[in-house]
Nanobody, 116 residues
Framework: QVQLVESGGDLVQPGGSLRLSCLAS????????MGWYRQAPGKQRDLVAS???????NYAGSVKGRFAISRDNAKNTVYLQMNSLKPEDTAVYYC??????????WGPGTQVTVSS
């Protein structure tokens, strides 16, 4: 089994920046696709960004140009650099890893609040 733990969530003012990290541990035998979803109160969980094992990135339209996903395979860690944050970016951010059988492992989430 793979375990994921997110970190880096915080309260930040509009226009500010945060970097989220997600550390994967456990039975990791290869490089897996990973990414980030977010869920605001009363809303569904939506994809924010993803990165394939080969480094191909995909972003939701609402964050393109402001957020950047990256990974350090040696550290089994994926990052989400978030710049020019807006109040509508407020949500719980969840990291996921796509397993070999295409199921997903999820972290418990980290809260990001953008408010003045």
């Amino acid at each position: 089994q793979v375990q994921l733990v997110e970190s880096g969530g915080d309260l930040v003012q509009p226009g500010g920046s945060l970097r989220l990290s997600c550390l994967a541990s456990g039975r990791i035998s290869r490089i897996y696709p990973m990414g980030w979803y977010r869920q605001a109160p009363g809303k569904q969980r939506d994809l924010v960004a993803s990165i394939t094992s080969g480094g191909i990135r995909n972003y939701a339209g609402s964050v393109k140009g402001r957020f950047a996903i990256s990974r350090d395979n040696a550290k089994n860690t994926v990052y989400l650099q978030m710049n020019s944050l807006k109040p509508e970016d407020t949500a719980v951010y969840y990291c996921y890893l796509e397993n070999f059988d295409h199921t997903r492992s999820w972290g418990p989430g980290t809260q990001v609040t953008v408010s003045s």
